[in-house]
């Protein structure tokens, strides 16, 4: 078993999920002498976590499945607060809505931890030992082992003092709310470990520094490396925003899609850091994407476990069935109405009334082609299909009979160009 905890830094390691360390040698002796409790924080900024939270969430469950002892903090007070961001001043969020966003958090993150064996989790909420202490007692118990010139320090702070909206004091303060948090969980728990993403680091230091301020001892800190896209960009951004882990504020069809469209040079990583294959399976789909490209065999095996994980086997199957099914692998018609509307949610679309309609008009009606003469020539180039059916005929109509659902009509140009017509 001590072998098993040392090599949870190893583990972490090979699959990227190293970018800083307080003492690297001397984490790696003290997960060897383990168990160790360690903990990560998530803020209540918003109803859901999403994909930037899961890496901290499985990062904690490799940790857990090493033998070390894992603590969730849901920040019922850092909520209140938020942490700066480099973009300007967040909204504050009254009570009763941060109160809301606790209780949905916490249900996301009991699904990734075990409550069970010597190493169960613990979920705590840091309102419960900051909100009974008076704000003169904070300035003297923590305030008074900060120093200023180290938290002016902070990237996201300097370039909040040196942009014209400035910082609050309220945003500035977070540092020791987060600080007081790590000395707490040592105080209560015994916890020695923080882990949380490279652009916390000051944050997560913050707690280290006080410990050894007030207790003389050295606590270790993990940061994880910001995950990104091929091109640079934050990774589980879209244009339309987070990738959400809670079902209604991202369709499961959509995560799916997200994973499936993973570019070749990014897959492998994605791999190492978002599912628990072993070195040996993420090297051979690493190959693939190299040598197969067009088959997509890592995406799919990325996507499917992945989706797995956050919402479930029987959900998975569904979405994936869906993904085939649009593309002409599969039969629309066995498709519940509620994965169908979620599949067809950002596709291109056209409304209709009910009665019969000439497909070349629908084509041209959805965008799919420019025109209708474009609309006629992919139907005799045998490119056009209706409800993954060829369309043989540029005199072809759909009618009530066509719908799926009673609502839908799915079209087709390729084998990649889709879009729907719903009747309204």
């Known amino acids: 078993m001590t072998q098993i905890r040392a090599n949870a830094l190893d583990e972490l390691s090979w699959r990227g999920l190293v970018a800083l360390s307080t003492d690297e040698d001397a984490l790696r002796a003290s997960l060897a002498a383990g168990p160790v409790t360690y903990y990560c924080g998530f803020d209540p900024t918003a109803p859901s976590l999403h994909m930037g939270n899961l890496v901290q969430l499985l990062t904690m469950r490799r940790l857990q499945d090493s033998g070390h002892k894992p603590i969730a903090l849901v920040g019922g007070a850092t909520g209140l ?14 009570h009763e809505t941060v109160a809301a966003w606790v209780d949905r958090i916490r249900d996301q993150v009991q699904r990734f931890l075990s409550f069970d064996g010597d190493n169960a989790a613990v979920v705590v909420n840091n309102l419960d030992w900051t909100s009974p202490m008076s704000a003169l007692d904070f ?28 910082i609050s004091f309220t945003e500035f303060s977070y540092q020791l709310l987060q600080g007081m948090d790590f000395y707490q969980l040592y105080r209560r728990y015994g916890c020695t470990l923080q882990t949380g993403g490279s652009d916390q680091w000051g944050n997560l230091t913050a707690g280290a520094d006080l410990t050894h301020r007030i207790e003389g001892i050295s ?66 789909l690493e190959e693939a994407a190299k040598e197969r490209p067009a088959q997509r065999e890592a995406q799919r095996a990325l996507a499917e476990d992945i989706t797995t994980l956050v919402h479930g086997e029987e959900t998975m199957h569904r979405v994936r069935a869906a993904s085939q099914a649009l593309f002409g692998s599969g039969d629309l018609t066995t498709l519940d109405a509620s994965t169908l509307s979620d599949a067809v949610r950002e596709l291109p679309s056209a409304s209709i009334s009910s009665g019969t309609h000439s497909v070349v008009d629908l084509f041209a009606a959805t965008g799919l082609v420019d025109s209708k003469s474009a609309a006629r020539r992919a139907v005799t180039e045998g490119g056009a299909y209706v409800n993954n059916l060829k369309v043989d005929t540029t005199e072809a109509v759909v009618d009530t009979a066509d719908l799926l659902h009673n609502r839908w009509i799915l079209l087709r140009r390729g084998r990649k160009s889709l879009a729907v017509v719903e009747v309204g």
């Open 81 to 94: 607060i938020g942490d700066p961001r480099m973009s300007g001043e967040r909204v504050l969020n009254d």
């Open 139 to 166: 300035l003297r118990e923590v305030g008074k082992n900060f120093r200023v010139n180290r938290m002016l320090a902070k990237e996201s702070v300097s370039a909040r003092l040196n942009s014209e909206a400035g």
């Open 219 to 284: 606590l270790h800190a993990l940061a994880t490396p910001l995950i990104t896209k091929a091109d640079g960009t934050k990774f589980g951004k879209t244009e339309g925003g987070a990738i959400w882990l809670d079902p209604e504020m991202t369709s499961p069809y959509a995560f799916y899609q997200f994973w499936l469209n993973a570019e070749d040079s990014k897959v492998g990583d994605y791999l190492k850091i978002f599912t628990f294959r072993s070195q040996d399976e993420i090297t051979a």
